[in-house]
């Protein structure tokens, strides 16, 4: 369990290093820092997305964002940043955040 948790750690950090200077400049760095890492993952997202989109037989949607955890007595949030629908062809159609 531990080798995958530093596994895990070891992506994370490999992932934010392009966001460095980003993350330096940030006023508030640990408020920065999952939007860094959101974007971060974005770029994978959509790579993801444009390899497979060959693939889609009647569309796709992605939903994307900032998952925030809370106290184990609380609800925790999911603060949406991104809700795209791609066509058969996987031409994306549009964003359907402003529906949430």
Same mark, same amino acid.
């Given at each position: 369990?531990?080798? /995958?948790? #530093?596994?895990?750690? +070891?992506?994370?950090?490999?992932?934010?290093?392009? /966001? &460095?200077?980003?993350?330096?400049? !940030? #006023?508030?760095?640990?408020?920065?820092?999952?939007?860094?890492?959101?974007?971060?993952?974005?770029?994978?997202?959509? #790579?993801?997305?444009?390899? &497979?989109? !060959?693939?889609?037989?009647? +569309?796709? !949607?992605?939903?994307? &964002?900032?998952?925030?955890?809370?106290?184990?007595?609380?609800?925790?949030?999911?603060?949406?940043?991104? /809700? #795209?629908?791609?066509?058969?062809? +996987?031409?994306?159609?549009?964003?359907?955040?402003?529906?949430?």
């Amino acid at each position: 369990l531990q080798q /995958f948790s #530093d596994c895990q750690q +070891g992506a994370v950090q490999e992932l934010i290093l392009p /966001f &460095g200077k980003r993350l330096a400049r !940030a #006023d508030e760095r640990m408020r920065e820092l999952p939007y860094a890492l959101y974007d971060s993952q974005e770029v994978m997202v959509t #790579d993801i997305v444009n390899t &497979g989109k !060959a693939s889609i037989k009647q +569309g796709l !949607a992605v939903l994307g &964002g900032i998952q925030i955890n809370t106290a184990p007595d609380q609800l925790d949030y999911f603060h949406p940043l991104r /809700f #795209d629908y791609y066509d058969s062809d +996987g031409n994306m159609v549009g964003s359907m955040l402003s529906k949430l």
